[in-house]
């Protein structure tokens, strides 16, 4: 393939052919807010994942919010009413401004700026140099009695070693009579599997973003899985300022009574109508994704100056985004321009932020990996001969380094 006239993106919009009429359908209807489509595309969700417990809010940093603040309350008799989870403790004590979650700088902003929102503490966590996940042992050894949430980022779709920290919090309870909360953040993850299961449904609160150039997006959205019916009808609420929308009022404007604030988090019948007609192409795109990434995975490997991430068996990735390691990236970013591919680093470390100063740490594997994180285009758009081209690119630009 010659080079392109037009630049290969890293990132693209894919919007059903269907969803435009659809979407006038809804603004014809007269009703635009929370309403039938929501319901439908939750149930369509619940069904496919096999999951009783997933609402849909307006975006995925909104669901992240929820998870933090439905730890806040305090909870007795966890133990039946979360059976399985490690971090079901007898009597939850709730979150409390100034407790700590451990976290991971090498993420998207919104991934760590709830924490921030909420009062707690971020508590950084230095990443595996091997997959740019965090680093369990400089995880683990983090752990004190301030420490109430792990935020747990799959990067690019690869899963975390979710096993691993199940043991670290049983470790943890034993050594400290307690065990902190596991978030996990998905918003990279939708379609990837953990040993045969799907990313949210491992019994922790878990996020997907459906922002704009995600795999599957509702124009904005998110999504909130949640492990246990109590926590999933109190989202459900909390989405809505804590309103019971089903409850009987003597007036229909006027609601019942609210037992616990909530927030202005629910998607609307626009945006889960988009999803709805998206979703039917799921499968397709993830498996798209997926062939792309296993089609690097064979090509690009033993290329001087490129290290390519781990991958072990039962982390089952969608491939958001394919990250390699680049040495001398300032030169390889001018050659893949010139190429005409877009690469980026596509997201910066968090604890260099002005508004995460005072939570500095030491961070030795990130500081010596960020500068070499090179992300290429892999996604449904990216035809056979393309990624064909952007081998063949990159293997040239190894062959300049040895010359």
């Known amino acids: ?65 929820m998870a933090i603040h439905l730890l806040k309350k305090p909870q007795k008799n966890m133990e039946d009413l979360f059976q399985g989870l490690a971090w079901a403790e007898k009597n939850w004590p709730g979150l409390q401004p100034g407790d ?95 040993k045969g299961k799907p990313i949210g449904t491992n019994g922790n609160l878990t996020m997907f973003s459906l922002q704009a150039i995600k795999h599957i997006t509702s124009i904005d959205g998110g999504l909130l899985f949640s492990p246990h019916k109590e926590l999933h009808d109190r989202g459900k609420l909390a989405r809505w300022y804590g309103i019971d929308r089903d409850s009987d009022r003597k007036d229909f404007r006027c609601e019942a009574d609210i037992e616990e604030w909530g927030f202005k988090f629910h998607m609307n019948d626009v945006c889960a109508t988009v999803g709805i007609e998206n979703f039917k192409f799921m499968e397709n795109i993830v498996t798209k994704h997926k062939n792309n990434a296993a089609y690097y995975d064979e090509n690009l490997k033993d290329i001087d100056g490129i290290t390519l991430l781990e991958r072990k068996e039962g982390h089952d990735s969608a491939f958001w985004i394919y990250t390699m390691l680049v040495d001398n990236r300032d030169s390889f970013y001018k050659y893949m321009d010139e190429c005409n591919i877009t690469v980026s680093q596509v997201h910066e470390r968090n604890d260099k932020h002005t508004c995460t100063s005072e939570f500095k740490a030491n961070l030795p594997n990130l500081d010596k990996t960020i500068g070499k994180v090179v992300n290429i285009p892999v996604g449904w758009w990216v035809t056979n001969k393309e990624r064909e081209y952007i081998v063949n690119c990159i293997k040239k630009y190894g062959i300049k380094r040895i010359s």
């Open 100 to 194: 700590e979650v451990l976290a991971t700088a090498m993420t998207c902003t919104a991934s760590n700026w709830p924490i921030l929102a909420n009062g707690l503490k971020i508590k950084w966590v230095d990443i595996d140099p091997n997959t740019l996940n965090i680093d369990l042992n400089d995880l683990e050894s983090k752990i004190t009695e301030k420490t109430k949430v792990i935020m747990g980022v799959h990067w690019g779709g690869y899963p975390l070693d979710l096993d691993k920290i199940k043991d670290i919090q049983n470790r943890s309870r034993k050594k400290l009579g307690w065990a902190p909360a596991l978030i996990e953040d998905g918003a990279h993850s939708f379609g990837s599997e953990y």
């Open 1 to 65: 393939m010659k080079k392109p006239e037009n630049k290969i993106p890293l990132f693209k919009v894919f919007m059903s052919p269907k969803a435009g009429e659809k979407v006038v359908d809804v603004l014809n209807s007269g009703f635009i807010g929370q309403g039938p489509k929501v319901e439908e595309f939750e149930t369509t969700l619940k069904e496919y994942f096999n999951h009783p417990y997933i609402q849909t809010v307006n975006a995925g940093t909104s669901a992240l919010h």
